[in-house]
């Protein structure tokens, strides 16, 4: 029986890679091992208890406002050990973490081979976002198989002279997880409060727009003070800055909600719910597509093309003016929004997880 290792360490990677493990031990021909670096400790538990997933090994890196070099020393000094005791055949990474790139770095030492889920995505710009993008494309280096969401991850994998008997095409398991958590039952006194408002879910904390979020919410702001139908709420990131920005910019606003963040089972259904979703994050451009919910990214670029090309997401970058005027031509063109609405998910069907396990079953 070949053991499978599954390593992540923050609240996005957990959401994908919770479905590929609940698959993965479903295998009569695997023994899967769960390690957690706990990069972002503290909002994992509420993941791993939706789907029901108890770790083997857990690193408890985290610290209290823990740099990129704080990180790096602490993850590599302690996944060296639970390396060394496991053994494994393979080592399954997600995405562009700071998790993902060192657990592959330390397999890469050891050499124990790499399956990376979500590759091939790439803005080739080396800062943006920071330092995700230098991640991902250090991680396709040396991973030996690479799961790529699309058709355009695997172009951009083979441009770098990956072998393309070893890229598959599996769809993103962020729409798999999805499976488990919206329900047409759910509730909430958050949703009763907007249920005859328009609701905008506003999720913004990536490092390289730190600088950038004060002119994001005031952007937010005017559009929401000009129209009286619109209602917010923003599950604020635990990082300081980020509350304190959003406080001052958004004051005590009686339509705008600022609350911690949400369980991912409440946080989907949110999603579920919203008219529109304005976001920097990665994940929520791939899971509201399948939700039918427009986004605004507030991002200067995207490593997710498809979901503009869909017409699923519309770039609007992070100037306050242009922020406003993209709400504002939503709110207002109907035609527009329906569009949006509409769009075709360009990123899975919910059955990438299991394509991974089939094979994994078939190589392995």
């Not at 396709?140 to 951009?156: G, L, Q, R, V, W």
């Not at 905008?200 to 004060?214: C, D, G, P, S, Y």
């Not at 259904?269 to 509201?288: K, V, W």
Request: glycine share 4%; net charge positive.
């Amino acid at each position: 029986m070949k053991k499978i290792m599954t390593i992540f360490g923050t609240r996005p990677e957990a959401i994908k890679m919770c479905p590929v493990i609940i698959e993965l031990k479903q295998s009569k021909k695997f023994k899967t091992i769960i390690t957690l670096t706990g990069q972002h400790r503290e909002m994992l538990d509420d993941v791993l208890k939706a789907f029901k997933i108890v770790p083997d090994y857990n690193l408890n890196i985290m610290k209290s406002e823990q740099s990129l070099f704080d990180i790096t020393i602490n993850i590599l000094n302690k996944i060296n050990q639970v390396l060394d005791e496991v053994t494994p055949d393979l080592v399954l990474v997600h995405g562009d973490t700071s998790t993902t790139f060192l657990s592959s770095l330390a397999c890469f030492y050891k050499h124990i081979p790499i399956g990376h889920i979500e590759a091939g995505l790439r803005t080739y710009n080396i800062n943006s976002p920071f330092p995700e993008e230098f991640n991902r494309r250090a991680v396709s280096i040396i991973s030996k198989y690479d799961f790529a969401p699309t058709k355009e991850a695997m172009m951009n994998l083979i441009k770098e002279g990956k072998d393309k008997k070893n890229i598959y095409i599996t769809g993103n398991t962020a729409i798999d997880s999805l499976k488990f958590t919206v329900r047409d039952d759910f509730n909430h006194p958050l949703l009763s409060w907007a249920k005859d408002s328009k609701l905008i879910i506003l999720t913004a904390h990536r490092r390289e727009n730190l600088e950038k979020l004060e002119n994001i919410f005031l952007g937010i702001k005017a559009a929401i003070d000009s129209f009286s139908d619109l209602k917010v709420i923003y599950p604020v990131h635990k990082n300081p800055k980020v509350e304190t920005i959003a406080k001052k910019v958004f004051k005590d606003h009686e339509r705008i909600k600022l609350i911690p963040p949400l369980e991912v089972t409440q946080f989907h259904n949110f999603l579920a719910r919203s008219y529109l979703i304005l976001t920097d994050s990665g994940g929520i451009q791939e899971e509201a597509p399948s939700l039918n919910v427009p986004v605004l990214v507030l991002r200067e670029e995207t490593e997710r093309p498809e979901g503009i090309l869909s017409n699923a997401l519309k770039l609007v970058g992070t100037n306050k003016d242009n922020i406003y005027q993209e709400i504002k031509a939503l709110i207002e063109n109907k035609e527009a929004y329906q569009k949006m609405k509409k769009a075709t998910n360009p990123f899975g069907d919910g059955l990438a997880s299991t394509r991974i396990k089939k094979i994994l079953e078939d190589r392995l």
